[in-house]
């Protein structure tokens, strides 16, 4: 068995040279069948999403009291709701704010937990124990109580809400996913900075004379940057489902601004009326984290095979 | 490992005590306050009479002296009364009254996860590619990508609307409290939705943690032994793989409570879940500060556990 | 010369491949040795020319993606190649037992070291009571040589040292008397004395037991110190056979001449090169058309790189594979 691994170890080794580092990455997330299904299926939401103002039929909100609860039909796509607004119209501006506010979140942790983590490895001594303690603390805390705390508590704040009106649900939202999702780049971030300033290239370029800031930013961090992206992915559909959750429980997006989270919370009222309200909304939030998914898992095999996340 | 065992107990009492803390902080800074049902429910009354009521009870304090005030009647038992959802009962007989349901849930769902995600994780690890494999695999990507409530409204409207063979919420039928086969039926879809969640993220780690095994030097070595399969993958494999799954189970009944809030709202089971959203939902501070609690406290405890566990079953952890 | 007892272990043109992404791997491609009871052969390449793949596949222990695809392997007369993996698991660790080369690994981390000799002593004894097992894997314990017996049964592995370990797999391999012992790379993990140490211990109860050993290495110094026969492989197959003298001797293949000219010795002078072959081992997925070693043969003629040779008996008893014999 060794000798085997060896052999096939070899075999790659040479293949090594020729290729290089991204056509190899690309090999292999190209194995993945199921990822080219996810991206495509990812870009049609997205595209379904963001051009809603040119692709949705009638306006999100609305409203034909004559037409309410209306099953499918040339007139309305999908149907009506409980007002007589369009469905597929909802779905589509709802998902603009849905993806929206994963993504913004998934970005911002990412790049705070950058930060934390290339600070905490690079500076080490009280920085990184300040830093690491409280990440270590952060993991250690209920996570979905809090959100629910911390959404509570930020929205009844009288300057927020003259501020972000409509939209004051929405920026909670992003601010409170971004507080408890940075800590898990920031401890990828961490470990392998930590690992990498330790190497003989940080030597070398140490030696060359680049400054310590030079270092941190063009080597250290993109050297780190594999398991951020894989991580990043998967957070990325996780937030689409807690954006749903949140909103359901009336603590995330909050109506008249349209997500597929809260739909379903509308839904669920209405669900003994019309139980086909509840069932588009979900199919949209579970056909695009799906896609995610796969392209996450796609993503993990191609950059980092031994990464377990 | 005595001296270990103090000194993790130690640093679980600070870190719940700054947990504690936090909340309270948090919690005070959220407008809302004990006499707001008073004012609600009488509009005639004055706002020096509320400025007097703040004064009688000690409301108007320095945070910090409220805290420490807190801290001084939590350590006497005494944690607060309610003063939204419950109003003027005390925290702690609020929240006992919802233990048990929660506990029930919780306890059922976890050992039904542990006897479907063991066997599958470890069948699909031995057959690695086989269909059984892609099934485990496509299950816990189905898992993963669904929103739980949303899994749960479907159960209900096809199983207690449509097909009518489960009750749609509640923990019991009005006049068969105490019915066991009426318990079960009303447990019935939330365990499942609990369930279908945790197999699908269990067994994918079972799966990995035997992959892991089966690759090792020893299994050969068992296997040079003469060793039939069956003994080489149940006594060298599992016992091995089993080390990282119980630290992952230690680590994730805390989750559970995060489950039991979605859960217990969707189905509108009276539990510490549904405790928690409703206070939340009514500015119950009091209340969401024991709970918090109860469940920080869960979570660094089942920590510790684990921690400990994996010392009994895995010889080479040793804590001086 | 060859022995001509009756063989204890006759492998023919065995093949054993590797069905990967990337395409068939022949990681042992048609090769021919023997052994004899009581006799020790070394099997010697470098990494990657299918040793270990070779005693694996004498074990039948060769896991998917990997597959014996053709040739013999009879043992006691009876073909392994054949037998259903009931069968190969009666004479695994009794008939035949086998050590690795990771000491550090090959032993399970949750049983103490006695329970997994015991445990190898009772799989195959059936009739043995628990005690009598304990007694007999403490007795190995002792007969490797590692003190205090009693108390180190109770040991778990992560307790002990490389070399240890090494012994307890030992005792472990010979608690039933096997007729042949295969040991892949026994010592190549440990340090140098250890090294030393382990190939005494071996030595020694090569006679106490009465056991054939199939000693696969990449250290000729071994082989010269261990082995009654040698076989050379390279790229999935064997080269060179020969008795263990004659080879040091006068080594025919020009792949056997480069690996001992690549020996550093005290007496060559400061300044002399040490002799290395030059490339490297083929790529198993693309070999080349006709002798495998021809790209790096110092000696390759036209024929060489055209029409691949066959394993033929030489003067001697000895059998090479080379055209220039």
């Known amino acids: ?309 | 490992m005595r001296n270990y065992l103090i000194r993790r107990l130690g640093e679980m009492a600070v870190l719940l005590l700054l947990i504690s803390a936090l909340v309270f902080v948090i919690l005070s800074f959220v407008p809302g306050g004990p006499f707001d049902l008073l004012i609600f429910s009488n509009p005639r009354i004055t706002a020096a009479e509320i400025k007097r009521l703040n004064e009688a009870f000690g409301f108007d304090k320095p945070l910090y002296i409220r805290y420490f005030q807190w801290l001084v009647d939590v350590a006497g038992g005494h944690w607060g009364t309610s003063w939204g959802i419950a109003y003027g009962r005390p925290v702690t007989e609020v929240i006992l009254a919802r233990l048990n349901n929660t506990l029930i849930l919780m306890g059922a769902a976890t050992l039904v996860s542990v006897i479907i995600a063991l066997p599958i994780g470890i069948y699909s690890a031995i057959r690695q590619y086989s269909w059984a494999d892609y099934f485990v695999t496509s299950l816990s990507f189905f898992g993963m990508s669904m929103p739980t409530f949303w899994f749960g409204i479907m159960l209900i409207v096809i199983f207690a609307v449509g097909l009518g063979w489960f009750p749609t919420g509640g923990v019991s039928t009005y006049g068969l409290e105490g019915d066991i086969l009426d318990r079960i039926r009303h447990l019935a879809l939330p365990v499942t939705v609990l369930s279908l969640f945790n197999v699908a993220t269990w067994s994918r780690f079972v799966r990995s943690s035997m992959l892991e095994v089966l690759r090792q030097d020893y299994m050969r070595t068992a296997r040079a032994k003469g060793l039939r399969e069956n003994v080489v993958i149940i006594k060298h494999g599992l016992r091995n793989s089993l080390i990282p799954v119980m630290t992952m189970l230690a680590l994730e009944i805390p989750g559970l409570f995060s489950g039991a809030i979605i859960t217990e709202t969707v189905f509108s089971y009276p539990g510490m879940g549904r405790l928690f959203w409703d206070g939340v939902m009514a500015a119950d501070w009091p209340v969401v500060q024991g709970l918090v609690m109860i469940t920080a406290f869960l979570v660094i405890a089942c920590n510790l556990v684990a921690d400990v566990a994996y010392a009994v079953v895995d010889p080479r952890i040793r804590y001086d | 010369m060859v022995s001509r007892k009756q063989a204890l272990l006759e492998v023919k043109g065995l093949k054993t491949h590797f069905f990967t992404e990337d395409g068939i791997v022949p990681a042992v491609d048609g090769v021919d040795f023997s052994v004899a009871a009581g006799e020790t052969l070394g099997i010697v390449g470098e990494s990657g020319c299918g040793k270990s793949v070779t005693a694996l596949s004498v074990m039948r222990l060769i896991a998917s993606p990997g597959r014996v695809v053709a040739g013999s392997i009879l043992f006691e007369g009876r073909d392994l190649a054949q037998s259903s993996q009931e069968e190969m698991c009666d004479l695994r660790g009794n008939r035949m037992a086998m050590i690795f080369q990771e000491p550090m690994t090959s032993l399970n981390p949750v049983y103490t070291v006695g329970e997994q000799i015991r445990e190898a002593v009772q799989t195959h004894d059936r009739q043995i009571s628990d005690g009598a097992a304990r007694v007999r894997a403490v007795e190995m314990l002792r007969m490797v040589g590692i003190p205090l017996p009693e108390e180190r049964y109770r040991a778990f592995p992560h307790e002990m040292s490389g070399g240890m370990r090494q012994r307890v797999m030992i005792a472990m391999a010979l608690s039933l008397a096997p007729a042949l012992l295969i040991a892949d790379e026994p010592t190549t993990a440990l340090d140098v004395t250890i090294q030393a140490q382990i190939l005494e211990l071996m030595k020694d109860l090569r006679e106490r037991v009465q056991t054939a050993v199939m000693l696969i290495t990449h250290d000729l110094g071994v082989v010269a110190d261990m082995a009654d026969k040698v076989a050379v492989m390279y790229a999935g197959e064997i080269v060179e056979n020969a008795d263990v003298y004659s080879l040091f001797r006068e080594p025919l293949h020009p792949y056997t001449q480069g690996l001992l000219a690549s020996i550093p010795t005290l007496a060559s002078t400061r300044n002399q090169r040490l002799n290395v072959i030059h490339g490297t081992v083929p790529n198993l997925l693309r070999l080349p058309p006709g002798c495998r070693f021809a790209p790096r043969c110092p000696k390759a003629m036209d024929i060489c790189r055209q029409v691949r040779p066959t394993l033929r008996d030489v003067d001697g008893g000895r059998q090479v594979s080379c055209w220039l014999y």
């Open chain 1, 1 to 309: 068995m060794t000798a085997d691994s060896r052999a096939v170890g070899a075999t790659e080794e040479l293949d090594l040279p020729e290729m290089g580092q991204w056509a190899l990455v690309w090999r292999r997330f190209s194995r993945h069948r199921l990822a080219y299904l996810g991206l495509i299926v990812l870009v049609f939401f997205v595209v379904l999403s963001f051009g809603a103002p040119w692709l949705a039929p009638y306006p999100y909100d609305k409203i034909n009291m004559n037409d309410n609860y209306s099953l499918p039909s040339a007139k309305y796509f999908l149907g009506t709701d409980e007002l007589g607004r369009d469905i597929f119209s909802r779905l589509l501006y709802a998902g603009r704010i849905s993806i929206s506010v994963a993504l913004v979140s998934t970005l911002l942790s990412s790049l705070v937990g950058i930060i934390v983590g290339a600070a905490a490895a690079y500076w080490r001594g009280v920085t990184d124990m300040i830093l690491m303690r409280l990440t270590d603390v952060m993991l250690s805390m209920p996570t979905l109580p809090l959100l629910l705390v911390f959404s509570k508590m930020l929205r009844e704040y009288p300057t927020l809400k003259d501020t972000f009106g409509d939209y004051l649900s929405v920026f909670v939202l992003v601010t409170i996913l971004t507080l408890f999702g940075w800590m898990y780049p920031a401890r990828l971030v961490y470990s392998s900075v930590l690992s990498l300033r330790e190497t003989e290239f940080t030597e070398a370029a140490r030696a060359l004379g680049s400054s310590g800031w030079r270092i941190l930013f063009s080597h250290l961090i993109p050297n780190s940057m594999a398991p951020v992206i894989v991580i990043s992915t998967l957070g990325f559909g996780q937030r689409v489902v807690l954006e749903a959750t949140l909103s359901f429980l009336g603590l995330g997006v909050n109506p008249p601004v349209p997500s597929w989270g809260n739909m379903l919370s509308q839904a669920y009222a209405y669900m003994l009326r019309n139980p086909w309200l509840a069932v588009y909304p979900g199919l949209f939030i579970f056909f695009t984290v799906l896609a995610i998914n796969f392209l996450g898992d796609a993503l993990r095999d191609a950059l980092d095979p031994r990464l377990k996340v």
